[in-house]
């Protein structure tokens, strides 16, 4: 009970609208709201005591977060006027946020040793500890965040019934998301110098005290589109279309990291006993460090690009409908998003690739791409930029055949053929060293447009069909019993399948000598071009209404199953198809390439009531 840290999470939400009618077809919504998220994990009992990891076997005490929790409180006031004339119902508005976001978020303040296994845990030998310190002073340091940002959005919008049975949607909408500034003037970050290119300019930067943290544009204009055609005007046949630009906001974690993490306030010092010049550093347990260890240090910084914009992505689409008979309609359409200035992260401390010769088993040579053993500036680590020169593209084409539900019958069926393509983009890669984030970036850091290929999103083909169907077989029947018992059955059905994504080959090791084992690929291979199993799965239900009664009381019991036929569905497959000797230069065939490692769930069956009065 001494290492318990129960969590607190508190939520308020206040909101006040108010609506003016100024006469027939005008009005106005003024809406202002205000919303407080608390939550502060509780604080360790025994400070003095470090946590404790052992290999093997449960460990003791948990040090995360603190000192730790997040204090976020946003305002909203938003504004809306509406004007319905003849044909035309014209909408102006506008939104301004505030927010305020004040973090503590501390990884090892207390120490963290970590032990082999639990006889050197009893010998106090630990083969690693971890500490976040202030390196200009030695002291234990948190990461303290008071991030401040406004944004804000004007639009117009009108939608004019042309005619009885065409209708156009027109509209135009500003977005401004500013930058994050710090209300104690904290924020630090990479301070670009002068120069013709990234390298130039990295050589005469520097990390400093910013006002905030890049430049906002203020010229967001999004041109929005839409139609709709009632073919003959009999609501038998509509063609639907539209597009439309929209702006994003970038992800908080991002910049919030390149904020906090920059190497100037906190550095995380972790001694390794297997590295013979930090063995005789690490404290006998339970010890801590007084100061820093005397260290060569290159940290990893975070950098913002200094051309960084907000995300973009252009929307279109494009549907025909029609009705077959009474209960039947038929949707054929097509769906595309192009995205622009899409973020994301990458190493820009390296030098170009140079070719290096290694050989197969078999004796046969071939060349590898590796990053020399030194980075252009030695006194950090990796520089992670954070730019907005990602791309994506998303085309779809769909068809849908829907039975309403009528003589207790309904159905739904859809098949999507679809093309993802990107260049890696993602919002979330802040973590060097962790295997999840690593995966996120480009194979190439320097040139990362060249890992342009289907994206990790790419489901070529997707089917989903759905059945309901009530089975009430007491119609006309007047004996209760049998009454009770045919009555108020249904049974309903889920049938998903889709191909497989598609994956990347990759290495045993970090073979181009980045630093970056997660996203490295074996030769022979780019990106994304093996195709994973696909997926097939039925859930079926049975369901009974017992009437309490009368009509609008009754007790529902279901009888539930998830992948009903018990079908093997693949999770994860061998991506390594070679392993490779640094020492020998050698690449060895891996047996089971392709083999699967791994499966969702088999069959699961459940039983659930419901009441309903």
Known sequence: PYFARPQDDTSHFGNVNHTHIFGPGSLNELRVGVMRLHGQPASPQLQDVPQINITGAAGFQSVSNFPGGWFQTSYNLKNTYTRIQGAHSLRIGGELRRMHNNLRNTAAYIPVYTFANLLDFVDDEPIQMTRNVDPRTGNPAATDNAIRVWEGGLFVQDDWKVRRNLTFNLGMRWEYYGPITDANNRLRSFIWGSGSNYAERLSTGKVDVVPQMWSAPKGNF?????????????????????????????????????????????????????????????????????????????????????????????????????????????????????????????????????????????????????????????????????????????????????????????????????????????????????????????????????????????????????????????KGV?????????????????????????????????????????????????????????????????????????????????????NSLNKVNYSAIQQTPYNYNAGTREFTRVANFLAPTNTFDPRIMQIAARFTF
């Open 222 to 474: 999004g041109p929005r589109f839409g139609f709709a055609w009632d073919k003959g005007g009999k609501g038998t046949t509509v063609v639907r279309g539209g597009y439309g630009m929209y702006y994003g906001r970038t992800a908080s974690i991002l910049i919030g990291t390149a904020h906090s993490q920059n190497g100037i306030q906190v550095q995380t010092y972790t001694l390794n006993r297997a590295n013979p010049a930090q063995a005789n550093l690490i404290p006998t347990y339970p010890n801590a460090l007084s100061a820093p260890p005397a260290l060569a240090r290159t940290p990893d910084i975070y950098a913002v690009a200094p051309n960084y914009v907000q995300p973009l992505t252009h929307q279109m689409s494009l549907n025909y409908e029609f009705q077959l008979g009474r209960d039947y309609a038929f949707t054929i359409g097509y769906l595309g998003t192009r995205g622009v200035h899409l973020s994301r992260t990458r190493d820009i401390n390296h030098f170009p690739y140079v070719p290096v010769t290694a050989r197969f088993v078999d004796g046969s040579n071939i060349t590898v791409l590796q990053r020399p053993s030194t980075r252009p500036y030695r006194n950090f680590g990796r520089i992670s930029l954070f730019d907005s020169g990602g791309d994506s593209i998303y085309h779809g084409g769909f068809i849908q055949v829907q039975k309403r539900f009528a003589k207790a019958f309904q159905f739904q069926a859809s098949y999507t053929l679809s093309k993802v393509i990107d260049t890696l983009p993602d919002q979330t890669s802040v973590v060097p060293g962790n295997a999840g984030d690593d995966a996120k970036v480009a194979f190439d850091t320097l040139q990362p447009n060249a890992d342009r290929a289907v994206g990790d999103t790419h489901i070529p083909h997707r089917f989903v069909g759905s059945v309901v169907w009530d089975v009430d077989y007491a």
């Open 478 to 562: 007047r004996n209760p019993v049998a009454k009770a018992v045919l009555r108020g059955w249904q049974l309903s059905g889920i049938l998903s399948a889709q191909s497989g994504r598609w994956l990347t080959a990759r290495s045993n090791v970090d073979l181009n000598n980045d630093g970056n084992r997660g996203s490295d690929r074996s030769p022979f291979f780019g990106r994304n071009t093996i195709e994973a199993p696909g997926f097939a799965s039925l859930d079926l239900r049975v369901s009974k209404d017992i009437f309490l009664g009368n009509e609008r009381v009754k007790l529902r019991l279901m009888g539930e199953t998830f």
